[in-house]
């Protein structure tokens, strides 16, 4: 079992940044897997960005050059730095985790950029 916590979501002008973070119950190196996926009501949840335990990253074309994920590999947290916010990126953005199988999801953070 593994639980995943976000934190760093809000309100920002388009052209601006905010950074989450994602803390799980685990060290990284025990996820196969950790990262964020976002939805908006109405639609279903798509994956914004996910890095390996081996360190690869794959990131949705809509958010490639503007996103970057990081992480604390000595502990247990990673970070998503969004540049050049759009309008368009404004969603719930689910921290996510796979270990052994499972998949654990947080509970969201909501991330809402004007215009």
């Known amino acids: 079992q593994v639980q995943v916590a976000e934190s760093g979501g809000g309100l920002v002008q388009a052209g601006g940044s905010l950074r989450l973070s994602c803390a799980a119950s685990?060290?990284?190196?025990?996820?196969?897997?950790i990262g964020w996926y976002r939805q908006v009501p109405g639609k279903e949840r798509d994956l914004v960005g996910l890095?390996?335990?081996?360190?690869?990253?794959k990131y949705a074309d809509s958010v490639k050059g503007r996103f970057t994920l990081s992480r604390d590999t000595a502990g247990n947290t990673i970070y998503l730095q969004m540049n050049s916010l759009k309008p368009e990126d404004t969603a719930v953005y689910y921290c996510?985790?796979?270990?052994?199988?499972?998949?654990?999801w947080g509970q969201g953070t909501q991330v809402t950029v004007s215009s």
């Open positions: 996510y985790a796979d270990a052994r199988g499972g998949r654990y």
């Open positions: 685990k060290t990284l190196i025990r996820l196969t897997f």
């Open positions: 890095v390996a335990n081996t360190g690869t990253t």
